[in-house]
């Protein structure tokens, strides 16, 4: 009998849930970036063994709502949390032992799946101040995402945790986002690399078109900023950085759909669209349900 399930990656941002994510499933799935919030929504990705199918979901990190792409954020981490078989809480381990998850994500009760708590970024410490932590925080893993240190014991452990139950989803199968996803995900990220400052909360990307079946892949993709000076920011000197970025992207594209790509990259104002609903329904964040405010 083989098991099968969804572990849930949460945590703060910048603990290193997508890292932790892009380094279980093998694969670059999500976007890392040292700025918070990079990653917006959910990102599943898939491993599949003999024995266990484990489908990981990536969770915005858990913030105290104040306006409404935080609240979007804070919904789909909650839902993630309640759709969880086994719920993966990955802390900076320089930061020492972190909170229960119920009191870091200001819980009414602790969640229903079991949870298994990460110390990440276990590289970065030395031998003495890691066995120290792991002496206060008995039960946990000192792991590093970057390296792979510890992170199969950490998954073998998730692994048992799933219930028992037929693969959920084709063996060879990584992911359950489409490719255009993907796509506007590393155009996103590619700008937010090349940005410093405000604009990048304030950066969403849109797959406007997406002509595959010959070569080069024809995509029509829009950066949207939230004001005027934020596009003349990304526009840069005579286009040098629209240029920059869409040329970096580009390869990125290739890489991921393994062929030649013509990015068509364009940067557009849509005034203030983290505060409209409409706007982030239309990126395709989740919106909180009644029961998530
Ligand atoms: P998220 O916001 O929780 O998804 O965090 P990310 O995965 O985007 O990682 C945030 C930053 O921490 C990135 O710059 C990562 O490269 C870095 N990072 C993640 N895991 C590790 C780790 O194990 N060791 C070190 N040194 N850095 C890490
Ligand atoms: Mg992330």
């Keep these: 009998m083989t098991k099968a399930g969804i572990a849930t ?55 105290v709502p104040t306006y409404a792409l935080q609240r979007s954020m804070r919904a789909t981490a909650l839902q993630a949390l309640r759709d969880a078989d086994v719920i993966i809480y990955i802390a900076d381990a320089s930061d020492g032992p972190p909170p229960p998850l119920a009191v870091a994500a200001s819980l009414a009760q602790p969640p229903a799946a079991p949870v298994l708590l990460a110390l990440n970024k276990a590289d970065l410490l030395d031998a003495r101040r890691s066995d120290a932590l792991l002496a206060d925080t008995p039960g946990a893993y000192a792991i590093s995402a970057l390296t792979g240190f510890g992170v199969d014991a950490l998954v073998a452990d998730a692994a048992a945790r799933l219930p028992d139950s037929p693969f959920l989803y ?74 920059e970025i869409g040329r970096a992207a580009r390869l990125k594209l290739e890489e991921l759909i393994g062929s030649a790509v013509y990015l068509d990259l364009w940067v557009k104002v849509l005034e203030n669209w983290r505060r409209k609903e409409s706007a982030l329904r239309r990126f395709g964040f989740t919106l909180p349900g009644s029961s998530d405010r």
């Design 9 to 63: 990656l949460v945590g703060r941002p910048n603990a290193g849930k997508s890292t932790l994510l892009n380094r279980i499933i093998g694969q670059k799935l999500s976007i890392t970036s040292p700025k918070p919030q990079s990653t917006r929504d959910r990102v599943v990705g898939i491993r599949s063994t003999d024995d266990y199918q484990m489908i990981v979901a990536d969770t915005p990190g858990l913030l």
């Design 170 to 243: 084709p063996a060879d199968e990584i992911g359950t986002q489409p490719v255009r996803f993907f796509a506007a995900e590393l155009i996103r990220e590619t700008a937010l690399e090349q940005l410093s400052d405000e604009v990048p909360y304030s950066v969403a990307c849109e797959i406007e078109e997406f002509r595959e079946g010959r070569v080069p892949v024809y995509i029509r993709a829009v950066i949207y900023v939230e004001r005027e000076s934020q596009r003349r920011i990304l526009i840069g000197n005579k286009g040098s950085r629209v240029r």
